[in-house]
């Protein structure tokens, strides 16, 4: 076999290789004789067809498939003896493959950059140090109040924090149609868990009033008849009631798991999720600047394989969360692109450490982080054996844990400073429209790539919006 390598700009390579013919002929002689011990054939017994005849009833299929798999092989061999790095597979532009010629063909493909990694000792990371307070453990039970209200029937006109019962029907140009009633239907004002001009018209409402609103409906409402249309709605008033907060006390307190121990267990268990939600916090943030600065500080030359694999990775994530149906609902590719680089290069500097370092995933926090995952299920056992059948998900599992061990190598070297800050201001809590249950403590929802042979993958990914009701 004959190789020559040349490179054809950046990261991209050009292999040029020649299979003597006599290689080529001796592959297909002998898939031709195995073929004959085996070919049905009209006309012969099994195995029994003379091999002129298998010869020309399979001779082109037999050599377009010893082709194929030779150009494979050999450029596999090549690959090996060159000690080449392909981001991805190759590009196969042929120039000979007809009889009695030697096969010849070039592979266009890209190699994966030199990654030298600078020493993390010049990496600065700012450490937030916070407590949980009495008052912290306060403020966030009363935010558990919030989450569960009590409503009270009132009888006045609605107003806002007010809960609504309503039937309506839905009248487009006048005409009902099929599905266009509903019954029972509650809306909290001002949660904007309806239409806006269903909350306003649901103002100063009383029980037993019937109310007409005219509403737009946008255009990629559900409801394919009401979509891009204004309609009307018909409404009838069944209940106004009024919201308030439930006393803290042991129904309170059965609502959020505590059986026993009244009001000093349930802080004590308020706190320790407060605590455990403010370390998972002061983590992300700390592993977010060595991402940060991983990626700053040592910029690489990217395969565009490899980039535009992530940037189709990114718009599929966007197109499932805004839930898209079609191939043209599909976000443009633009606003992807840096996160994609950004991924790709992170991946190479992280598999980098861990070939440099000689990291090897700790099965104890693997252990860790698969408990921490079925914990809140309703039968962990039964998530955590389909975990443990999953190989895809359990090497999801043990790339998140080698990244973090990553980060933990990279902090051990770099100067970290501490930060004094409120459980408020770490957490976000007691912003506009910040909303913590005690019972889903705030976790970290980074996604991590699988594996490959060449890197290891990150990715962080946004959290999925919260849907609003829109069909009332």
Known sequence: MEVSLSETGGLTRRLDVAVPATEVASEVAQRLKRLSRTARLKGFRPGKAPLAVITKQFGEQVRAEVVNDLMRSSFAQAVSERRLRPAGGPRIEPIAVGPGTDLRYAAHFEVLPEVRIKAPDGISVERPSAVVTDADVDAMIENMRAQRPVFTPVDRGARESDRVLIDYQTRLEGKAFEGSDASDVSIVLGARQAMPELEE???GARAGEQRAVTAAFPAAHPNKRLAGHSAELHISIKRVEEQSL??????????????QGGLGQMRAEVRSSMEQELAGV?????????????????PLDLPRTLVEEQVQQLQIEAARRIGAREASQIPPREPFEEPARRRV?????????????GLKVDRERVRVRLEGLVADYPNPDEARRAYQQSPDAMREIESAVLEDQVVDWVLSQARVTERPMTFAELTGFGRAGQAHEH???AHDHSAHDHHHDHDHGHAAHEHEPASQASDT
Do not use: C, W
């Not at 290069?345 to 370092?357: D, N, R, Y």
């Open 345 to 357: 290069a992170l991946g190479l500097l992280l598999s980098q450490v861990v070939q440099t370092q």
């Open 282 to 298: 002061i983590r992300k943030r700390m592993r977010q600047q060595v991402l940060d600065a991983l990626y700053r500080d040592n």
């Open 201 to 203: 018209g649901l103002k």
């Open 246 to 259: 439930p006393a803290v006390d042991e129904e309170f307190f059965r609502a959020y798991g505590v059986e």
């Open 439 to 441: 019972d889903h403590a």
